[in-house]
Every structure is written in C-alpha cells, then in structure tokens.
C-alpha cells in the first residue's frame, strides 16, 4: 500500500506545465485567428462596396495602399514601361493566358506604377510604349508571405492597375474581385483548438498509465 501511495503522488509536475503551457499558447493561438477571421470579413466588406463605387481616385503610388483604396477606379500615365513583369492568370472570361505587367515609369524620378494592360497566350511582351491606363486598383503580384507578417519583416505591397481595356493583340485580364481574398482563419482556429485538445488528451492518458498500480 505504501509504494502505491508513493507513486501516486509521483506526479511529473514539470512535463505538466509545460504540456499545459503548449496547450494554453495553441488556444491562443486558435483565438487570435478569429479574431483574424472578423478583420478578413470586414474587411471582405469594404472591398465590395468600393467595388461598387464609379468615382476614381488618385491612383496611390508609395505603398502601404490603404484599404479603401483598393477596388477602386483610377487612372495613370505610363511614361514609358520599364520592365515586363508576366505572370500566369486568367482573362475575364475565365480563358488562362499571362498577365502582361508593366512596371511603368512615371516621372523623371520617383516609383513607377505597376499595371496590367491585358493577357497573352505566351510569355512575350506587347508592343507597347506607354499612355493612359484606366482600369481598378487591386493589390500588387507580390505579397509578404505570413513568416514574414509574423516576423514584422514585411515590406508594404504595391497597388497595381489592371486596365479596362487591354493594349492591342492582348485580351482583357480579370479584375480580381473582394471573393478572392482568402479567409481560411476559421479553418485555422479549429486546427488549433484540436491540437491543444489532443495534446492534453494524449497527456493526460499517458500520465494515467504511469500512476497505475
């Protein structure tokens, strides 16, 4: 009787805490994606009414582009297209081709703007030496990934323009639309919540094994 007595008060005090302190961070970790979830969905909100919306805006050249900005109607004039930048995507009626991108040169000195004057069947660029472009901001091709938004080492995304009507021999590129921005927090809220309950689950029956007669 007494040696089973020891071993039930032999409780591993150490790998407790810790397996509890790795639950507690994965629940919390489960809570800041739907609180994520809540910001994507208002956010999903505002893209559909800019979308909505005829009046254009000044097209906003430095980033970080502020989110009402996205959607929007605008228009640039492209000095001159400094680097084609092609990219696989889709025209507006779902046909896939390349995206022709142009990383346009607006001034003497300063950024350029980033705009898509259509889409191809190959990767060659048009013959197109610049002009007006009026078209919807929508967010650049190059988006930090999420190592780097947790790390706070992103760097702000660029706007670009993709044009109302392409330039010629090109199809017009489809306009992403508020639909397209991902909201997977849900998903990732639940997948954190269920990692948290296993690892106590699968502790708790272990330490009840070791403190069984």
């Known amino acids: 009787m007494t040696k089973t007595a020891d071993r039930k008060i032999r409780w591993p005090l150490i790998p407790t805490l810790l397996v509890v302190?790795?639950?507690?961070?994965?629940?919390?970790?489960g809570m800041w994606q739907l609180q994520r979830k809540a910001e994507k969905e208002a956010l999903v909100t505002l893209y559909e009414r800019n979308s909505a919306l005829t009046e254009k805006v000044t097209f906003p050249v430095l980033p970080p582009v502020p989110d009402d900005m996205f959607y929007r109607k605008s228009s640039v004039?492209?000095?001159e297209p400094v680097e084609w930048e092609p990219r696989s995507g889709s025209d507006r009626k779902g046909r896939a081709g390349i995206r022709m991108i142009a990383d346009c040169r607006t001034g003497?000195?300063?950024?350029?703007?980033?705009v898509d004057v259509g889409s191809s069947d190959d990767f060659t660029p048009p013959d197109w030496t610049g002009g007006i472009v009026e078209g919807t901001i929508v967010p650049g091709p190059e988006q930090a990934s999420l190592i780097e938004r947790l790390t706070g080492r992103a760097t702000p995304a660029r706007a670009m323009l993709v044009a109302d009507v392409p330039t010629a021999n090109l199809r017009p590129s489809a306009v992403p639309s508020a639909a397209d921005v991902p909201n997977n927090h849900l998903a990732y809220a639940v997948?954190?919540?269920?990692?948290?309950?296993?690892?106590?689950?699968?502790?708790a029956l272990?330490?009840?094994?070791?403190?069984?007669?």
């Open 206 to 213: 272990a330490v009840r094994r070791r403190l069984r007669p």
């Open 191 to 203: 997948q954190w919540f269920l990692f948290a309950a296993a690892a106590l689950i699968i502790y």
């Open 108 to 114: 003497a000195e300063g950024p350029g703007v980033l």
């Open 77 to 79: 004039s492209c000095l």
């Open 21 to 29: 302190t790795a639950a507690a961070i994965m629940v919390a970790l």
